[in-house]
């Protein structure tokens, strides 16, 4: 089991508000990842972090920001929610020279 | 365009009975394929890794095959369980890419009845 933490995991919001879902890692890992996944869908792409100060978009187009202060922390924030990010949000984190990939338990989130 | 395709989309099996699932992609360069599998609400978890010259792994139950030249893999389950009730996720990895690039499938969902 990797030691990667997600919270909340459900959460249930209005339109407009501001939420911040939170990543943190044990493992020392540098690279760290956020997808979003719906339904029956492939896991799709939307930021990475090489490290601290280093954030990147992914390949899905995402209303989202994160930050990468700490080496363990990769927060990702909407600051107005809107239904259509409805979805399930994963975090993953990878250590230096490897692409193995561990993952998170995710997020629920649903905009209402 | 790098893809990746699984089939069925979801499958339904009787406890202790076998199943294969099938990965098809079209990723290049390739570095290594993966499957994971995903209980329902909780993040993927890796059951393989293999690399361009690996073409068996097992993990208990599970044994996964690739074929390199035809770009093709299966995961077959033996003697099957209640908890194998999961989606199973075929994932492809470019070579070359230092940001460890994966390419993900849609899943194949598969159901054990008792």
């Known amino acids: 089991e990797a030691d990667i933490y997600q919270t909340p995991r459900y959460l249930v919001i209005g339109t407009g508000k501001k939420i911040t879902l939170e990543c943190s890692q044990t493992m020392g890992h540098d690279k760290m990842y956020w997808y979003q996944q719906d339904p029956g869908m492939e896991l799709h792409l939307i930021h990475y972090s090489y490290g601290v100060n280093s954030t990147e978009k992914g390949d899905l187009s995402s209303e989202s920001t994160v930050s990468r202060i700490r080496t363990e922390h990769f927060p990702l924030t909407l600051e107005s929610a809107r239904p259509s990010h409805t979805s399930q949000y994963l975090c993953a984190s990878a250590a230096p020279g490897t692409d193995t990939q561990y993952f998170g338990p995710g997020t629920r989130l649903t905009v209402l | 365009k790098n893809q990746v395709e699984q089939s069925p989309q979801s499958l339904i099996i009787l406890e202790g009975k076998n199943c294969t699932l099938q990965?098809?992609?079209?990723?290049?360069?390739?570095?290594?394929l993966r499957w994971y599998k995903q209980d329902t609400g909780r993040g993927p978890v890796s059951l393989t890794i293999?690399?361009?010259?690996?073409n068996t792994k097992s993990n208990g139950r599970y044994t996964a095959t690739l074929d390199a030249d035809t770009k093709q893999s299966s995961l077959h389950i033996t003697a099957s369980q209640l908890s194998d009730s999961a989606s199973y996720i075929c994932v492809v990895s470019d070579r070359g890419s230092t940001l460890g690039r994966l390419y993900f499938g849609r899943g194949t969902q598969l159901t054990v009845w008792p």
């Open positions: 990965c098809n992609y079209t990723v290049s360069p390739f570095s290594n």
């Open positions: 293999m690399t361009f010259s690996e």
